[in-house]
């Protein structure tokens, strides 16, 4: 089967040509084909990278936990480049191959004959990791896709880059395989690459088994039961969208589909309940701004396609934007370094190959609002999917591979804005201007996220360098009892007028706490209830004891708690108990958008060895006035709420 093949073969043969030009005729085939011709002619003069220098042999200081602000320099720069060559020649060498125009051809060969005249494809003191597979990936795909354009010599310059740095991976990631995104991402560039390189190189099906049967491997450890992934929602859409990418190719030339499994559908649903109100990416842990529908369309397309899923199909124009339109990825595209803000993510070529128009669009109001996600003990709360409706995630469970030390932390989004976010930290390429280490980790501990402070201390770190050892995280991701989990949701529950969870994170803080339950009952369809519960270890040691607040909007102190004020929405903070109280407003460091923000700290005017704070959040169009729910904790007959909230009295017990 091998001695037949006949570039292009991964995604489609030359015979297929004439079928993919007239698809691109008509519907929303059309609609993407035009978005990939005009951003290729908007971008055909891009000025094509010079290669960095190679930069430090080691990525540390002498300390061996502060990391040299050169590497991080050279290292960004290395990534940046590598999404570079992927995005740009792919998206010519596609241009030119449906439309034909000369000049697309000449661009897309110049993108990748630049890049593989370059020594390495990464800095030196991290070789063949994450910043060199997109240029791996894209580069390979490329050379498939071109491969009758390209002249013998430069077949054989682009075949000989290729077949180096795949060496190069396979040495580097032939080590135990692990539950980070890298992982994904690497084995992804290592097999595309291999089977680009069939069949002038043979010895290249050693790389494609290896790499297939990790896939197999990281499939079965990767995922919880629900979909959810240990690595948090960006990260596992990274992985698997790169991944994807190998699992086509794979199926077309080996007969092997490694998407054929129902845990890809799963994740598909989690992904659409991960989308927040604003579409503008997930903020669970992120370290980034996108756009979290179009960076995962390509991904949630064949998802549709595979699984004849409609609400994966709504996912990818939930936007509104038009398919098959460039956007903007700050993660490896330096906005202030390069001076500008134009999109620079091509995924039309993508668009455009996995869309199915045969499977119909469906906007998932019959599946539950409400979900919990066992294995990541993630609670998404919703009351819609419109941009104005309100949506809450709570976490509470295992320690993860980008953990920020938020154990029962919030985040709250309603009538269109973010009221209750985690701020974003300064990109690492700022580290030659500032103490950038101190400055991120505000912005990665407890400290910046909306969870509990205890005697102005967090949550505990476990690693120098990356907050929670690997082997923490590793140990508690799906133990299923035979180890106890930072934290853990320990009750569930949706009705039609409320929904309830409850989360326990005590052993995120050490010695320091015996109890730590957050109850959030979520007063549908716009009023939200936490009921902490918090106790010492020690019950003979006063401690202070801070509910934390942040956001990007305005926070003004209150009699009884914060105002957080956004444009077009506000959010009531109100605690009713205890009764007597103290705001403490302080500032964050620079945050990526180079500004300093306010956050409110919330504690009981007296230390004690416990307290129980219950404290209202109740979002409104902004300046709107609002009828305040009344709450009372009663004990006879059971711990549970007393609500009085407009027309409705309830008794739920607490957990």
Request: proline share 6%.
């Amino acid at each position: 089967m091998i001695m037949t093949l006949k570039h292009p073969f991964l995604y489609f043969s030359k015979e297929d040509l004439p079928d993919l030009r007239a698809l691109g005729m008509e519907g929303d085939h059309a609609i993407i084909l035009k978005n990939i011709l005009l951003t290729a002619e908007r971008h055909l003069n891009d000025q094509i990278p010079l290669q960095p220098p190679p930069g430090p042999e080691k990525a540390y200081l002498e300390d061996g936990v502060t990391f040299d602000p050169k590497f991080l320099t050279i290292h960004n720069a290395y990534y940046e480049d590598g999404y570079r060559v992927q995005y740009y020649s792919e998206l010519f060498a596609f241009a030119y191959l449906i439309s034909g125009d000369q000049r697309f051809l000449r661009r897309g060969k110049d993108w990748v004959m630049n890049h593989c005249s370059w020594s390495q494809w990464d800095e030196m003191a991290n070789r063949g990791d994450v910043q060199s597979s997109h240029a791996l990936n894209g580069i390979a795909i490329v050379y498939d896709w071109l491969y009758s354009d390209f002249t013998v010599v430069e077949r054989k310059a682009v075949r000989s880059a290729l077949i180096e740095n795949c060496k190069l991976f396979y040495d580097n990631w032939s080590k135990a395989f692990d539950l980070g995104n890298h992982f994904w991402v690497c084995y992804a560039a290592l097999g595309i690459a291999a089977l680009s390189l069939l069949p002038e190189y043979p010895e290249a099906e050693q790389w494609i088994s290896f790499v297939t049967e990790r896939f197999r491997g990281l499939l079965g450890i990767s995922f919880g039961e629900d979909g959810d992934y240990i690595d948090t929602v960006f990260f596992a859409g990274y992985a698997l969208r790169n991944a994807l990418f190998y699992f086509e190719a794979l199926k077309r030339i080996k007969g092997i589909d490694l998407s054929a499994t129902s845990l890809l559908e799963k994740v598909a649903r989690w992904f659409l309940y991960s989308l927040p109100p604003d579409r503008d990416g997930h903020p669970e842990q992120r370290s980034q701004p996108i756009d979290m529908v179009a960076y995962f369309r390509p991904m949630m397309m064949r998802f549709a396609s595979q699984f004849r899923d409609p609400y994966a199909q709504w996912f990818c124009r939930a936007n509104g934007e038009e398919l098959g339109a460039a956007f903007t990825y700050t993660w490896w595209y330096d906005v202030k370094a390069n001076g500008d803000k134009q999109a620079r993510s091509f995924q039309g070529p993508w668009e455009f190959l996995f869309f199915d128009k045969t499977v119909p669009t469906k906007r998932p109001d019959d599946l539950p609002m409400s979900m919990l996600f066992r294995d990541t003990g993630q609670v998404i709360m919703r009351s819609g999917w419109e941009r104005d409706d309100a949506w809450l995630l709570f976490r509470s469970g295992p320690a993860s591979g980008k953990d920020k030390l938020d154990q029962n932390g919030i985040l709250l989004y309603a009538f269109g804005e973010r009221l209750i976010d985690v701020l974003l930290p300064p990109r690492s390429t700022y580290s030659e201007t500032g103490d950038y280490w101190k400055q991120i980790r505000f912005f990665q501990t407890t400290i910046g996220s909306n969870s509990v402070l205890v005697d102005g201390d967090g949550q505990t770190v476990t690693h120098p360098v990356w907050l929670m050892d690997p082997e923490i995280s590793r140990a508690q991701w799906k133990s299923k009892g035979r180890v106890e989990p930072f934290g853990r949701i320990v009750h569930f529950e949706s009705r039609p007028d409320w929904d309830y969870a409850v989360g326990e994170a005590s052993r995120a803080y050490g010695s320091l706490l015996k109890i730590f339950k957050r109850h959030i009952i979520f007063l549908k369809p716009d009023c939200f209830v936490l009921y902490d519960e918090i106790e010492g270890l020690d019950h003979t040691l006063p401690r202070r004891f801070d509910l934390l607040f942040h956001s990007l909007g305005d926070i003004t102190l209150e009699p009884d708690g914060i105002k957080i004020v956004q444009p077009k929405a506000d959010l009531i903070v109100k605690v009713v108990s205890p009764d007597k109280i103290e705001v403490e407003m302080k500032m964050t460091p620079p945050a990526q958008d180079e500004r300093t923000h306010p956050f409110a700290m919330i504690h009981p005017l007296a230390k004690g060895a416990s307290v129980c704070f219950l404290t209202i959040l109740a979002p409104g169009r902004k300046g709107e006035k609002r009828v305040l729910p009344e709450l009372e904790i009663r004990t006879e007959g059971g711990k549970h709420i007393a609500v009085h909230h407009k027309e409705r009295r309830l008794q739920i017990p607490l957990y």
